[in-house]
């Protein structure tokens, strides 16, 4: 019978599928919704709302599989939908009961299920089906209810889980018959005890049995001592989180900061988010009392009283205990403990008072002040355990209570007679301020208490003494000096120390949500409306042209408000544009309108003489202004004629001139009956009307009249219907009586009454109001205001005053945010958020007040604009120049004076902190400072460097407190703070910097060239001071404007800093240079250099003309719009521009931005500059990537955030009109950018040094180009890498590892692109990079990218490999070569043809390099492959053979070559492989090229660029031999060429020309029929760098012949200076060959079976070789350019032969020792002197035995170590002492891993090491510790300790106590014993008078030259003259026998030299040398073969 087919469900709705019976089909539907609800992206679309109803099915689905896939859709769903909480009570159930007991995959979808819907905030529901799945009779159910409650206990924290349900629910659990039920029931346990700690137990212990608990408390010790944390979080708290993480990390570190608190309590906290108490069950202590507990505490027996006080002692001390009313119970415990005589009752009674103060906590508070006075009486009791037990109870009632409310029986105390109570109480004060913070101790508490306790310090006894002083010192600290101040003014300084160091010693522990209290003390004042006499008033604005300056206005009375300040900039944010201006920041005096009633513009309210005018006498004038009917009207009961009563009213006033109206009078008329209280709305609208006419017209209208009418007003501010009218007329009063006298009144009415509607609208007025007038307010009496508005109940009220902080600040900024510190964190984060929303807005232009642009003068105020800010340097206003400020100068004494100039540093430093207690205090203050800046600028030369860094923070607080007048400092401070920019240390040079940025945001950069600050600190010669103050100005002049002409004093010492000797110095003043020039101009310059060195002159006339071009002109002009681009059509023309054209200037190219960027910005110049800037090194970049600070520049696609970075990194790089053109979303402006750019580094561009500085983000840049698809584009941009490549080559610029990690990768991939043209040229860009960058590196990333998909991307990946390879040998070859041809060999395989072909062509080359090695390393290649690379190979070599007529014959001749040239060289048919690759598969012709085609099969066009070959060959690479000299010849195959007739190598001419010009390969002649190479054929060679590269390859030559004539131009070449630069970029890889070619010539030396002629050849061979490598080290910029690793073989081999015993064998062994050691002598003199201590470290390490000791070689490396530090003294300025530490660190980290657990006979390495740290550490002194920053952890490490000692032995001799082997300092390091043990330090008592002498002299000794030496030794034995008591002897004892011959020899050449000048002749140096032969150090061991050839070193 046949299957019946299967059901088609594909064609059915989702709808009907999930209900479908067929389970599959209900599957579908399932799956189907799962990609459904993920796609929707609207939470509540209505594409949810068929399925709602359904989800309770869903999860219960009868089918395992159906409802696996149903759990997941409904999983999606409530992650996806708003409508989800709704399913909760519904699907919850089902998952229970069906979810739980599932399969493990349906299980783990339920619990995601359930904690989904906890997160979407449906806990409680979520927890009750949990909590009645636990009484389930399914045990599996019960246990995964257990487990579910688990996992979100620990995901959500304890705040979001109901921990109390849960600790009643777990109990019954542990009784369950089933383990896994009881196993999760102590899982959720032990979760708990995460949460809540040791407040678990007590609850537990009464419901577990001790077994249980036992359990239990082992799973607890085994927990982490980290708080917990929640893992995850609700939605609203993750809202929450989001949007106030910037205020919660902004948040004070004072005891965490609230916002981080109420952060925690958000998100579900920590242990601390849950308090314990809340957790237990209060116990009715009162209920459970005994009955006859009252009267048994009243019996005589004190057996009885303690038997009634024990039975509630255990009531007591419950955690919690219920409320009720204790006062008969606590009224009885104080008759107990102020009565009772027996100490066990009092004590017990002490007990109960303490556990009720626990228990009740804050419901105690009603009877602590009854109790706390009978606990302080009874602390005259004596007994220890009474006092003890009643301090606790003190202690716990103080908890329940404040100081306040303890106040009176405090003061009791401490007045007591009995000093027992006196003490005590102090002590509990002291424990009470302890726990408060500032807010909690104000100044009514501090006068109750300090006098008393300050009585209490002239105590007689001296406990009562010692606890006042605590109790001070305590209050001290809590509150400050200011606080304190008053009450210690008169106590002794003895007693004041006693104060001072218990508040040193006392420890603060401020109550739980003390700082959330701070505003709960007193009542706020009224905000002060009246600005103190003494306080300088804000500065006013200098007004424009052709504008009246406002008069002054003398202060009026206390009633009134202060003066306007001036309009008020707001300083810029960091994300406003440069040229973002604030509308209202321009102030002008206001235009008046009559003769004193205009308004003043922003100084004082008006106000004009105004008549009294009673109500009567407005009733009687009424009548005759008024005709009669309106008189009557206006208090008719009808409110239509009051209505027509006020219309008339208003014609009057309409009718009227400005002079006629009297405004007081018809505002008091108004006011009749009815007046304002009038109940029509209609008619109290007009009333409010005809006040603003009045207002607007009237000549006089003053305070009087707008008292008058403004609280009515303000009040129908609430009226909906009356607010406009409301809301105009007070604008009105405004423009005539100042916007701050009308605010500030407003606010006071508003504010005087509880309606919140009127508070409301009030502010939201004064919003409106700030945009229309601009900021035209007082700051800090509106701030107070605003304060009381934050202290409203009503939230309204609040949300209107955060929105006129808003307003507020879009003209002051955040900085307003200095007035909030205090609130509330959430109210501090409404504040931020505000602030942060505005920062990016501009204040509106007014259209109101005195600041009102006339049509007609904005075309005036515009130029101005243009001439004005610019030719300032003035910073904007800061918030100090608007703030009321306070005279500081009587609290500057002479006392405090004295005290900054006191010789103890303490002393100075408590001074400081003085000042910086009193400017924190003040916050703004006057000028007026007395003596202090003189005092504070002396303590800038400061010997203590911290004290140096304090007082800059100080002068830093003193400018932002002064404002702009801290200028009348300038000229005192400003050049003391320049001084410091010279320290030393770093963090100094940075504090320095940072107080500079502070007085140059107050005060711009006028002040500093004003009194030539500037030009006199230049000019001193220091490379600190100069290199951080020309950073400095790099960064400020920019947006400096126009300098004054005192500007160009900075000249001088400008040209000086361009000839200073340091490079960095040099580097940033050539930064700085076109910036200045900018200012004073290119003319004044130059002749400036007329008064110079001609060659200086010359110099410097040449920065400035390269300059002269990117020079800004004078007066910059408004920016230009870009170019419109180029057609697509045009572009992708090639642009050939002719050599006789100049570049055009990039600067001219670069437009501005896009029109209409910015609308907000219009008519605002764009920052014109040049198009690159010299911004942050690469150095830094690189090390911001190491640390994480940036993203790794890696991607398969660009993601937003690395375009975002490399945006933010360029904008410090590129001008502003290039970066909006590099990531511009239109190709054509990408192209624009491109052509700026090339421009930028053309030939003679001045912008190259800029573009190599930010190389590494141009390439960036390019790679993010590399991905779009347009062809022209990443053309344009390989052409720009192929122009940036050639400057780098020719600057000699390398690229580092992380500028190529960051491209290269980027390049490889773009090698495969669809497009010929873009693989042809970035096969181009890889021969450049050869340049630039190792080959060897280059290759490993090419390798990887053969790897990839890309056909095209792994054939041009192989090409490149060839010509690498080709080019540089096998060396390149990464990681090793058989590696690399396994990984080419594996590509024969591939099914794509190119691919093959391209691997069969690199596989050749590298046969012509390593022979048949090929087929070894290649691998087990099938039969078809390996015939595929035998028949290409012997194809090649084919191609390679010409035939001619006769015998074949092999000529490698050019046509034109001379006849000698041109013999020709015949070689037998087996001739060797010489060429690899097919000339058309490497590189296709180019047509255009200007040389001449090869005939027939010649070499490929392009060989050879001017590369850099390896730049260090690895061991790997080089033969490693087993011992000095052997070679493993497995690693090489050479081609077997010995029979052949090789040709001589022709000398090559050098005088090549220029590089890199091309030079005619016909006429050149550079080569003629060269020799086959190991490592590469020769070809055209283009550049002497090529023709180099080839002549060391020929080094390695196997024919003698060949290498010979290789090293006679290497020779040759190393006697020419002009061929070092080169041979520089090459020195390692020359080096290597010669090492190479070394090894391999002593290895055929020791081959038996040579002739003597052969062996004759092999010795020149050498001598050239060994000629070669001294001249090497011979050149010192050749020599200090040897990598560490090539020193490493360098010496390997060196030593390696001096002590190989096998080379005795040959006679001229002698001269070739010489050689070697002459050039070990050559590489430490020469060598870089950090490279060659590592290497020489290294070598010691290679060269021990396994067992750790030292060989013959180690003996050697060791003597030459002494020999460089012999020298150390003279060569330290050449060391970077924290690489020596490093490298230190490190041997001494080996050495110890390699002797581990060995036994060491001889301990020369580790002695040797640490005699060079002790040179160092002696000639360093504690410094050395500042060079340590390399290593880790730096205080742990040997080095470190070392150091330490070797610095305090030093320290004791100077004292007086040399230790015995201190000596040793003056000699490098004596000879070592193998069988000698290191001495013993013992210290040698010197005589104090001759102490400090022997350690001068040693000093003078230890100076490392003949000079220092002798006269060191002829003082010595002056001194051993003067002292012939002092036994010297003793201090030699321990020294070595070299030693102590030492000392005597050289005290045997003084009595020499005093027996000659005693007979009058000269000392003969022949005959001292000959006393001194033992004086020198000899580097090698006379070993038998080389007894008299090594001389001393």
Known sequence: MAEEPAEDFSKLSIEDKVVHKSWKARQMGYEELIKLFKKIDDEKSRQFDPYVGMFKKFVVDSNVMAQEKALEATLSFVEFAAAAPKTCGEVVPGLVAKGFNGKPKTKQLAFDLCLMYIEIEKQDIVQEELFAGLKHKQPKIVAACLDLLTSALRLFGAKVMDVKRLMKVIPPQFDHRDKTVREGAKGLVVELYRWLGPALKPNLETNLKPVQMKEIEEEWSKLPSKAAAPERYLRSQQKKQQSSAAAVSGAGDEEGSEGEEEMDDTAGGGPEGVDPYDLFDPVDMLGQMPKDFFDNIADAKWKIRKEALEAILPLATKPKLAAGDYGELVRTLRKVIT???????????????????????????PYSANIIGGILEKFKEKKVSVVTALKEAADAVYLCTTLGGIEEEAKAGLGDKNPSVKSETSLFLSRCFQQCSPDMMPKGLLKAFCPLLVQCLSDNTPAVREAAAEALGTALKVVGERMMGAYLDGVESLKMAKINEFKDKVELRPLKGAKKSKKTGKPKAE?????????????????????????????????????????VAKPPSKKATAGKKQAAAKPSSGKGKGKGGGATGVGEAPDPAEENITTEDAEERAATLLPGNVCQMLSSAKWKDRLEAHEGIQKIIEGMSPDEVNSLLLVKILGLKPGWKDNNFQVVKIKVTLVGIIAAKATVFGRKSTSTALPTIVDKLADAKIKAQSSETLMLIAERMTLNYVSLNVLKHAFGQKNPKVQHESLEWLSQALKEFGFLINIKPHVEFVNKAFESTNP??????????????????????????????????????????????????????????????????????????????????????????????????????????????????????????????????QPSLGDLPGALKARLNDSNKNLVTITLNILSSMATAMGSSCSKHSRTLLPAILTVLADAKPQVRLAAANTLNVWHDQLGLVPFVEGESLSTALATENPNLRTELLQWLNEKLPNAGKMPAEFSAIITPLFSCLEDRSAEVRKRAQEILPLIMAQVGYDAMMKQTGKMKQASKQQIGGLLDKHRAAMPSAKPSKAKQPPPPQEEEEIEKPVKSSPSKKTKSAASKVGGSKKGTSSKSKGNDEESGPPLVMGPTVQQREKDEKNYKVLKWSFSTPRPEFTDQLRDQLQQCVSKSLLVQLFHDDFKQHLTALQVLKDCISDDAPYQSEALNCADLLLKWVTLRFFNTNTTVNLKCLEFLSILFGVMSRGKHRMTDFEASSFIPFLVTKSGDAKDAVRKEVRGLFDQLSCIYPPPKMYAFVADGSKSKNARQRTECLEILGILIQNNGVVVCQPSVQKAVHQIGSFISEKDSTVRNAALNTLVILYDNIGDAV??????????????????????????????????????????????????????????????????????????????????????QEFLQEGEA??????????????????????????????????????????????????????????????PSLTFSPKRMKTTSAAITYIISQITNTEMSASLSALKQIDDLLGKAEYHDTLTLKVDQLLCALLMQLRMTFTNQLQQGLSPETRKQVFTLCKRMSKCLVQTFNVPKLASSVSRDTLIEVERDIIGMLCDERLEQLEEIDQFNRTLNVLMLKVMENGERNAVYGSLLHFTLESLNEDGNPTKLTEVVVKCLWKLTRNLNSTLHELNIAQLLLDIHNFWICYARITEGKKIEDNTPIRTVKTILFHLATLVGSKVFDHMTLIENAKQSLVYKYAAKSISRKRLSVEGKVPSTAVARNVEVTEVKETQKPAELHIVPIPPEMGTRLGDILQTMNRKDNLHERQGFRDLYRLLEEFPSFDFEAVMVNQTAWFKKYMKKGLKVVEYERECHSRKKKPLEEEIQNIMECGEIWVIHTYSHINNTVGPL
């Open 339 to 365: 009565k009772d005589s027996n100490v066990m009752v009092v004590a017990l009674a002490g007990n109960i008072v303490k556990g009720l103060a626990i228990g009740l906590r804050k419901n105690f508070q």
């Open 796 to 925: 309204t009220v609040r949300s209107s005053a955060v929105s006129l902080l808003g307003v507020m600040g879009l003209y002051v900024g955040a900085q307003l945010r200095m007035f909030f510190e205090d609130a509330k964190p959430a109210l501090l984060q409404q504040i931020d958020a505000v602030f942060e929303k505005s920062s990016d807005d501009t204040p509106p232009t007014p259209t109101r007040g005195p600041n009102v642009k006339s049509s007609e003068g904005e075309e005036e105020e515009s130029e101005d604009e243009d001439s004005g800010p610019s030719a300032k340097a003035g910073p904007p206003q800061s918030m100090a120049d608007l703030m009321p400020k306070v005279d500081i100068s009587p609290q500057i004494k002479s006392e405090l004076i004295n005290e900054l100039g006191d010789k103890n540093w303490k002393v100075r430093g408590e001074a400081l902190q003085k000042v910086t207690d009193m400017l924190s205090a003040a916050k703004f203050i």
């Open 527 to 567: 905000p002060v409306v009246k600005e103190e006499v003494e306080e300088e008033p804000p500065p006013v604005p200098k007004p424009k042209k052709k504008k009246a300056a406002s008069k002054k206005v003398k202060e009026e009375a206390s009633a009134e408000p202060p003066k306007d300040p001036k309009p």
């Open 1510 to 1571: 390896n730049t260090f060959i690895k061991r790997s690479v080089i033969p490693v031999p087993d011992g000095p000299l052997e070679i493993d010849w497995s690693k090489y195959n050479y081609p077997n060429i010995s029979h052949l007739k090789m040709p001589r190598l022709k000398d090559i001419r050098l005088d090549f020309g220029e590089d890199p010009e091309i030079v005619d390969y016909a006429t050149s002649q550079l080569l003629s029929n060269p020799p």
């Open 1415 to 1500: 087929y070894k390393h290649v691998g087990n290649l099938p039969a078809k492959d390996m015939s595929m690379l035998e028949e290409r190979i012997r194809r090649a070599a084919k191609r390679s053979t010409p035939e001619s007529s006769g015998d074949k014959t092999v000529t490698i001749l050019e046509d034109t070559a001379t006849e000698e040239d041109q013999s020709v060289k015949t070689a037998p048919k087996e001739l060797p492989r010489i060429r690899a690759i097919d000339p058309d598969a490497v590189r296709p012709v180019d047509p255009s090229s200007d040389q001449p085609p090869v005939q027939g099969n010649s070499e490929p």
